[in-house]
């Protein structure tokens, strides 16, 4: 059965771990512009918010990108950058929905969680609290994924108008 990552801000104590598991993953060292993940906080409020991407059903980014660098896998439904398309011209940023694209400051190409190929490190060392899972994709916790990832972008929304 398909499995979906799912992400509870309201469990995330915003400790960045995820950011830097992420980064030593796919880069070999640890370095959190390098995350496929960003963790917004707000001090405030106590508040993490980690933002990636949702590996959405029709993914805006894919028909947008201008250099076709980024697909989605047809059978895995993972979505993923070719690095040597990537022109770097952030379109993939503005029209992610979720703020699951980032822009990697040393080369300008575009990084978006690939899911770990399908067994993702941020949700197997997440342990203490939980916040990102890998669980089955069930009708349920579908539902449940689309209405985190809802509540995730409205609470930066505001946490961005605040500050």
């Known amino acids: 059965m398909k499995k979906v990552l799912i992400v ?19 880069e070999d060292y640890v370095q959190r512009s390098k995350s496929r993940i960003k963790v917004y906080k707000y001090e405030e409020e106590a508040l993490g918010l980690p933002m990636l991407c949702e ?3 029709e993914p805006p980014c894919v028909e947008a990108c201008p250099s076709n ?5 047809p059978k895995l439904g993972i979505v993923s950058v070719n690095q040597d398309a990537c022109n770097g011209c952030g379109v993939c940023v503005n029209v992610c929905p979720y703020y699951g694209v980032r822009i990697d400051p040393e080369t ?3 990084l978006i969680c690939d899911l770990c190929g399908g067994d993702p490190l941020c949700a197997k060392l997440c342990t203490i609290r939980e ?7 069930t009708p349920s916790t579908l539902e449940r ?3 985190l990832a809802e509540a995730r972008i409205n609470e930066l929304k505001r946490i961005l108008e605040v500050s």
């Open 131 to 137: 916040a990102i899972m890998w669980v089955e994709a």
């Open 55 to 57: 590996q959405c059903d």
């Open 108 to 110: 300008g190409k575009a």
């Open 69 to 73: 660098a980024i697909s989605k896998d």
């Open 145 to 147: 994924k689309r209405k």
């Open 8 to 26: 509870d801000y309201e469990k995330c104590n915003g400790c960045t771990y995820c950011m830097l598991v992420c980064s030593m993953k796919h």
